[in-house]
């Protein structure tokens, strides 16, 4: 979809709108190729994250709803999910359901979401739904729906939903999969983040680029490393995450890796993923102040 300047309602940064109540840190998982991790990183990045302490909440704006499966959320239970919230039908804090983890809770998907953008297509706000939604929950939320992330999990498509989440984001996390092709698609998506920059989020950046699925016995898999650490220098994370199957296996059991089983090295990279991130939040939060 295009972006353009007459999607614009509010271009002002969250921070600069008014209201005291702190707003969450909001990141974006977000590649429009499908398979290259986003919800294995959405999911396991979140858990890691509500580890260490901090008090995560991982929306699906995928249709698909993987992350809601992989969490454990069966179909049936899903009774109001993202499409209410985005159509305008419910308050983000009804979506929402505690997971096994503590500190951790979702807002479930459900295939509804296949048909929002046809259906608030000429809305004024509609890049802004998710955006508006976040920032409401976070002025009344108080203990544990007080958020310090939230993390979107978007579809493989640079659709509306994947633009609504980057509207309300601070930052773009982008899944890698250490592929022949992994570069191919990059530079549109980078392009598709400035415009949102431009028109909708002035606060947007690129967070970081994650590389997946990596295997050190495939020679290609270190060329591809090189290559894309000497194409994107800094902005890739010092964590590579491995081929492991255990975080392969971990969704049909309705649980994160970290539950399903801590010690692969699978669920020990996305803690170091985590802590990684806390810090550069850190420089970023430094650089925004
Ligand atoms: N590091 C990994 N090691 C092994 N398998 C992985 C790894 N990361 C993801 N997978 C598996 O690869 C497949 C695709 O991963 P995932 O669903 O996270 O990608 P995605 O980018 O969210 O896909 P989509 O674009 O369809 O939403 C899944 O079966 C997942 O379990
Ligand atoms: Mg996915």
Redesign the pocket.
């Known amino acids: 979809m295009s972006v353009s300047a007459s999607n614009h309602l509010d271009p002002r940064p969250a921070a600069s709108r008014g209201g005291s109540a702190p707003m969450p840190r909001v990141l974006v998982v977000a590649?429009q190729?499908?398979?290259?991790?986003?919800?294995?990183?959405?999911i396991n990045l979140g858990t890691a994250l509500a580890a260490i302490g901090e008090s995560v909440l991982i929306v699906d704006l995928?249709p698909?709803g993987?992350a809601s499966t992989g969490l454990g959320v069966e179909r049936k239970d899903r009774r109001v999910s993202t499409y209410d919230v985005l159509v305008g039908e419910a308050p983000l804090g009804d979506a929402i359901i505690e997971t096994a983890i503590p500190r951790l809770h979702l807002a479930a998907s459900t295939l509804d979401l296949l048909g929002l953008e046809l259906e608030i297509a000429n809305e004024r706000d509609r890049t802004f739904r998710l955006r508006n939604a976040i920032a409401a929950h976070a002025a009344q939320a108080t203990g544990k729906f007080a958020y310090s992330y939230v993390l979107v999990?978007c579809?493989?498509s640079l659709n509306l939903l994947t633009i609504n989440a980057m509207s309300a984001a601070h930052g773009v996390l982008v899944?890698l999969q250490c592929e022949f092709f992994a570069l191919e698609g990059l530079s549109q998506l980078l392009q598709t983040v400035d415009q949102v920059k431009q028109a909708l989020n002035a606060e947007l950046a690129i967070h970081g680029i994650v590389l997946?699925?990596?295997d050190a016995r495939n020679n290609l898999a270190n060329q591809v490393v090189a290559d894309v650490r000497e194409t994107m220098g800094d902005t890739v994370y010092e964590t590579v995450?491995?081929?492991?199957?255990r975080?392969?296996e971990a969704?049909s059991y309705g649980k994160p890796a970290l539950l399903y089983d801590i010690r692969c090295s699978?669920s020990q990279a996305y803690l170091r993923l985590a802590s990684e991130i806390i810090q550069r939040e850190k420089r970023f939060r430094a650089v925004a102040a």
């Open positions: 590649n190729k499908g398979g290259v991790g986003k919800t294995t990183t959405a995928d698909q993987n999990d579809p493989p899944p997946t699925m990596y995450i491995p081929r492991n199957v975080l392969s969704p699978g």
